[in-house]
């Protein structure tokens, strides 16, 4: 205000900015997980430059006849070992749905809780996306069957084998956390 009360034209000074990288566009190794009691499924990717790399997929399967307390341990310890063996950077799960049977949603809840336990025992970062958003992220339609999900999810990891349902859907939740995380942090995702 001085300068132009005193007649002196003000002088713009360009100061430069260092270029930071951002975090979320350095590879990562992402974990998925659809979890159930029964079926767990997990998919782990590698973000690359050229395009995701699958390293491991599959569900953690537990037989009607186990008591639920022993299938929550499987599903605990089966994530465990994942972790030690694939060093994920973050972990993102299925979002929370609203079921008409509450008994089910219990059931539902405790296999969600026995794997977010053990992510958040190694120290992970854990992601939640609801299901619609997956499904629009990976196909384009928030309603898409699972076999459209499964059968996008191997044409994007360029996978031999269409993959296992639970597995596909596991996937899905990497890929579409990795989609999001590309997009400079413009969408918030649901930290848990």
Request: net charge positive.
């Amino acid at each position: 205000m001085q300068q132009r009360l005193g007649g002196k034209k003000s002088r713009a000074v360009a100061v430069a900015m260092p270029v930071t990288r951002h975090s979320s566009l350095a590879a990562q190794t992402i974990l998925g997980i659809d979890p159930s009691l029964r079926g767990t499924g997990y998919g782990i990717i590698r973000t690359e430059k050229s395009s995701p790399v699958t390293l491991a997929q599959g569900t953690i399967s537990c037989p009607k006849d186990w008591e639920r307390s022993r299938c929550l341990a499987q599903i605990s310890q089966t994530l465990r070992d994942l972790v030690r063996a694939h060093q994920p950077t973050v972990c993102v799960v299925e979002g929370l749905f609203f079921a008409q049977n509450l008994k089910t949603a219990i059931v539902m809840g405790e296999a969600r809780g026995a794997a977010m336990a053990a992510i958040a025992e190694a120290g992970l970062d854990i992601f939640e996306i609801a299901t619609r958003k997956v499904k629009l992220a990976i196909v384009g339609y928030g309603a898409a069957q699972k076999i459209a999900v499964a059968k996008m999810v191997q044409r994007m990891l360029n996978l031999a084998e269409l993959p296992a349902p639970d597995a596909a859907d596991a996937l899905a939740l990497a890929l579409a956390h990795a989609q999001e995380n590309s997009r400079h942090g413009l969408t918030l995702l649901k930290k848990i």
